[in-house]
């Protein structure tokens, strides 16, 4: 039977977690008791959700099918240790182990890790049926080897909403490594959506590594997607002739006839869709964006549609693509900075009917070159109204297209080149409209207040008009608000899909 456990932080701490109690549904606030969150996974079967609140200062790990929840990654936070250190002596955030499992961790923030090996905040192994994060920080993280942020090893990944900052790596991959995984008998696929790489370290790959594996008897293919995303100011730091790749480093490996492959073309897939690429660095001015490299005689399969891909300001001395051991398989309505060893994939690049302009700064296409808060739980680059980027989007691109942008606004007309639609208006959808319709009654009121409009309601808080919070509870879709003050408040409402509406509430 599904259940969930409720995990409170209860008490005002230090540095140090001082008292905390995890609950079965259904008694929040008593009974059933376990002492730590590994404890609360310890009694969790497949399909149990554990809500999370409050920071914890826990390294976690796990094998089973659950649900890890929060509610707000800036306040509801699992951290390996107090503060950020990068000696590769302490551990990781969370470790997940293999197996064909349904796992999401949703709505926190990942930080602190420094672990010895791969994926400081979060590493995956194996896990060959799908990983969902979405809404999650993951920042100041530290791994000695591959993965400073995030690390998926043989495993299939949605990375959704998120925020994926300040990590290092000592060897390659600051933000996040992928790679197939020999004993993981399976092609992968990771999806980053609306999400934010940015500001990460690492040797090669300093926001992204693609590692195809070779020669871990690993003939598997990796498909890696970044759709309505930024990646923008990471650094690789091995010298000039280093492999680089400031944004992305694609390593390829053969994909084999052994494993179902045709045995000549490379074992990785790399496809922007909305992609903003930007001011991504390594000491070689040719490798400073997208990288790539691997076994003789294979190439990674490259495509972009409707992206940005430049170095900053008016720079294009800085390369933003290096083309060398890349089959450019499609490129429609691209906006490209300094490209170097382009021949090959000219004459899809020079395609008029396919409207890309190469050689362009992020100025002509404009980039505000600044990160900001513009509605979703990403951090945007915007552009300029009436800029090149604005409205450029007019070849048919034959693929799919997402009708949002990194934020969940709907793009509009002609879309706007990158992962911002300068003029998105907010998607209605049915859960928007839910919000719309929600209501409170009595309001104003003197003694419950109940929540109308919802199937279900997974948590109310009650702010005082400052921003005070005075007071929680789970599972109901009424609250005892008799003892607040009169006045005005807040009353901050999470659904059964972990949409968020805050509503005025009268107390009188």
């Known amino acids: ?110 930080r602190y890790g420094n672990d010895a090996n791969n994926g400081g905040g979060i590493n995956v192994d194996k896990v060959t049926g799908l990983i969902t994060l979405k809404n999650l920080i993951i920042e100041d993280n530290y791994s000695a080897k591959n993965g400073g942020g995030l690390s998926f090893a043989g495993t299939n990944a949605d990375v959704i909403e998120c925020t994926v900052k300040n990590n290092t790596s000592t060897l390659d991959g600051g933000g996040i490594i992928a790679a197939p995984n020999n004993g993981a008998a399976i092609n992968c696929t990771v999806n980053v959506k609306q999400s934010l790489v940015d500001s990460n370290t690492g040797r090669n790959g300093g926001g992204i590594y693609i590692n195809g594996n070779a020669g871990f008897g690993n003939d598997y293919t990796i498909d890696f997607n970044v759709e309505n995303s930024t990646v923008s100011n ?48 390594h000491a070689a001015l040719t490798k400073s964006g997208l990288r790539f490299t691997g076994t003789a005689g294979f190439t990674t399969n490259f495509s972009a549609f409707n992206s940005i891909i430049v170095s900053f300001g008016d720079d294009v001395a800085t390369k933003a693509i290096a083309f060398a051991n890349a089959n450019l398989t499609n490129m429609v309505n691209c906006i490209l900075g300094g490209l170097d060893g382009a021949a090959g994939a000219l004459p899809i690049i020079d395609d008029a009917a396919k409207n890309n302009q190469k050689g362009r700064t992020a100025n002509q296409a404009g980039l505000s070159g600044t990160l900001s808060d513009e509605g979703g739980n990403a951090q945007v680059i915007t552009i300029a109204e009436l800029s090149t980027a ?17 934020r969940g606004y709907l793009r509009e007309g002609a879309n706007d080149a990158g992962a911002y639609e300068n003029g998105g208006t907010l998607s209605l959808s049915t859960d928007e409209f839910n919000r719309v319709s929600v209501k409170l009654f009595p309001n104003p009121a003197q003694e419950f207040v109940k929540i109308f409009g919802l199937n279900s309601v997974k948590e109310l808080r009650v702010y005082s008009i400052l921003g005070a919070l005075e007071k929680v509870v789970y599972n109901q879709d009424e609250i005892d608000v008799s003892d607040l003050a009169r006045g005005v408040h807040l009353i901050s409402i999470l659904d059964e899909n972990n949409f968020k509406i805050t509503k005025r509430l009268i107390v009188k």
């Open 234 to 281: 990471n650094n690789a730091t091995s010298p000039g002739g280093g492999a680089g790749g400031g944004a992305i480093w694609c390593k390829v490996a053969p994909w084999t006839t052994n494993a179902g492959g045709d045995g000549t073309s490379g074992n990785i897939n790399l496809n922007l869709v909305h992609a903003t690429v930007y001011n991504n660095a």
């Open 1 to 110: 039977m599904r259940q969930t456990i409720t995990f409170l932080l209860l008490a005002v701490f230090t540095t140090v977690l001082s008292a905390q109690t995890v609950n079965i549904q259904g008694d929040p606030y008593g009974g059933n008791p376990y002492a730590t969150i590994t404890d609360a996974i310890f009694a969790a079967t497949d399909g149990d959700v554990i809500l999370i609140t409050g920071v914890h200062t826990e390294p976690i790990s796990f094998a089973k099918g659950i649900t890890l929840r929060g509610t707000d990654p800036t306040t509801d936070i699992i951290q390996a240790a107090a503060s950020a250190s990068s000696d590769g002596t302490g551990s990781r955030v969370i470790g997940i182990g293999e197996g064909a499992f349904t796992i999401t961790i949703e709505n926190l923030g990942i």
């Open 390 to 406: 604005d409205d450029y989007c007019t070849a048919a691109t034959g693929v799919t297209i997402p009708t949002i942008d990194q």
